[in-house]
Structure formats: structure tokens, C-alpha cells
């Protein structure tokens, strides 16, 4: 059987990794597009590469590494919304927003949305719970201000951005389920948890029809239509054991071969206006 042509929304990378290798590796999965989302100040410390890194890696491998910028959104080293223009003139072709010290829907943001909307740089917005870390207090760190639902706001008022919910946004799946369902711009990508069984048992507990729901039905069988807005991603773990698991979520659901091809890449070559 060829190999499913794969596009990862979600990575990231470490320090001291081997990235030949890792290279080699996505290569061997038949994956075309690898997006490493670079991470703040906060998260560097535990050893994740920054927007520096990040860019010399793409620019190591630009076939297959994608830029993901960070912006900083809260705490002592909070961004201006000229950081955005700046991502974008450096090579980074999308965004990752994460911890805001206040809820994504602030005006305080708005200016962020406008220029990531001019540019054509999607966003994809971690939702839902975060980990804790030490210095939680002094970024403002709160699982509350990234709750799926307060994209709406972001998403009715700035209609050409492209956004990717990451992560099913735990404990309000629902919420980026219908925003995703109602706005053809949302995406959503499943990954987190490590990509655990335990992590793979809520996505499907959230997708589930009702009981006696006719699994062939598109009407009734509510994941199939919910799946055709989602999109593959890793997080941390590597793409062979998120292959699986999604393998297993889109076996489960009974995913037809077109929502297949738009959960492994197709969703995502349109968002970033990829042609493969
Ligand atoms: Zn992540």
C-alpha cells in the first residue's frame, strides 16, 4: 500500500535533537509538510526551541519544515502587535498563540488578528487546559482565557483568518466542535495527552453519537461530519504514533477515504495554500 501523504500542523522541537534524523524519519511516514510551532520564554526553559531556532531549522530544511511563530501574549516579555509583520518578513509562514493574560476574544489582541488576517498567516491557538509551570503566576498563565468558544468573537469578526484549534480543547470539546461546524475557517487537530489511549478515549467519548445512532448515517453519525474539519497533528510525540491513533479515531468513526485525505493533509494544504 503507498504511504498516506502526511501534513503535520502541530510539532515541536527540542534542543540537541538530531534533526537529519528526525527529517529522515517524517520522510519515511510520507510526510510532505512538517510545522514546528517555536515556543515562548517560558517553555524554552524546558528545553523547546524559540522563533530563532525554529527559523534556522526551517531554513535547513525548507522542503519540509514550516515556521511556526511565537508571539508573546502575556507576562514580562509581551509582544507588540508589530511582532507579527516582522514573523512574516522573516519566513514564518503561521502563528502559534498560547497563554494570553487575558481571554483570546480581547480587543487588546485585535490588532494581532488584523495583521495575521492581511498577511495570510494562520493561527493556531492552543485551547483548552495547559501544564502547569513554575512561572504560571508571572505570565498570567490561565486555561480559562483559552476556552475554544472565545474564538467566535476572533473568528465573526476577522472571516478570512485561518484558525487552528490545538488540541480538542479539554474540558469544552464541544465548543470548538460547533465553531468548527459553523465557521469553514476553524480546523481542529486532536493531538495532546502524548497521544495516549486515555488522551485517543475522550476524542472518541466527544465525538460519539447518540446511542442507537445510525453509524452510516451522516446525519446521525455525528463524527463524520465533525472529522472533516480536522486536521493531523503530533504535539510532542512522534508522527508514527499519532499515525496510529488517527488511523484508530478515523477506523472507529467509519471515516470515508475523502475525510481520510482531508484529516492527513488536505485540510492543512489548504490552510497554509500548500500544493503537493
Ligand atoms: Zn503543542
Avoid at 38 to 47: D, E, F, I, R, V
Avoid at 168 to 189: D, I, K, R, W
Wanted: proline letters at 6%; glycine letters at 8%.
Amino acid at each position: 500500500m503507498a504511504r498516506q501523504k502526511i501534513i503535520n500542523v502541530h510539532g515541536h522541537l527540542r534542543q540537541g535533537c538530531d534533526l537529519a534524523a528526525l527529517v529522515r524519519e517524517w520522510e519515511k511516514q510520507g510526510v510532505v509538510k512538517f510545522c514546528v510551532l517555536a515556543l515562548g520564554k517560558q517553555w524554552q526553559q524546558k528545553g523547546y526551541l524559540g522563533n530563532d531556532e525554529v527559523l534556522k531549522a526551517s531554513r535547513q530544511f525548507p522542503d519540509i519544515i514550516a515556521a511556526l511563530g511565537h508571539v508573546e501574549l502575556g507576562g514580562p516579555f509581551r509582544d507588540r502587535a508589530e511582532k507579527v509583520e516582522q514573523l512574516k518578513e522573516q519566513g514564518f509562514c503561521g502563528l502559534k498563540f498560547i497563554s494570553p493574560e487575558a481571554p483570546y476574544s480581547d480587543e487588546r489582541y485585535f490588532p494581532f488578528y488584523e495583521k495575521a488576517e492581511k498577511l495570510k498567516l494562520p493561527i493556531l491557538f492552543h485551547v483548552g487546559i495547559v501544564a502547569p509551570h513554575p512561572e504560571d503566576r508571572i505570565y498570567g498563565v490561565n486555561s480559562d482565557f483559552m476556552r475554544p468558544y472565545l474564538l467566535d468573537r476572533v473568528v465573526r469578526c476577522f472571516p478570512n483568518l485561518k484558525v487552528i484549534l490545538g488540541h480538542p480543547g479539554e474540558p469544552h470539546f464541544q465548543e470548538g466542535l460547533t465553531l468548527s461546524c459553523t465557521y469553514p475557517n476553524v480546523y481542529l487537530c486532536p493531538c495532546g495527552g502524548g497521544g495516549s489511549d486515555f488522551h485517543l478515549s475522550k476524542i472518541k467519548q466527544a465525538l460519539s453519537s447518540f446511542p442507537g445512532a445510525d453509524w452510516s448515517s451522516e446525519e446521525e453519525n455525528l463524527a463524520r461530519r465533525y472529522l472533516r474539519q480536522f486536521v493531523f497533528g503530533t504535539d510532542n510525540p512522534p508522527v508514527s504514533l499519532w499515525y496510529v491513533q488517527s488511523v484508530r479515531l478515523l477506523d472507529y468513526f467509519q471515516a470515508g477515504q475523502e475525510t481520510r485525505e482531508l484529516f492527513f493533509w488536505k485540510n492543512a494544504a489548504t490552510i497554509f495554500g500548500w500544493q503537493f
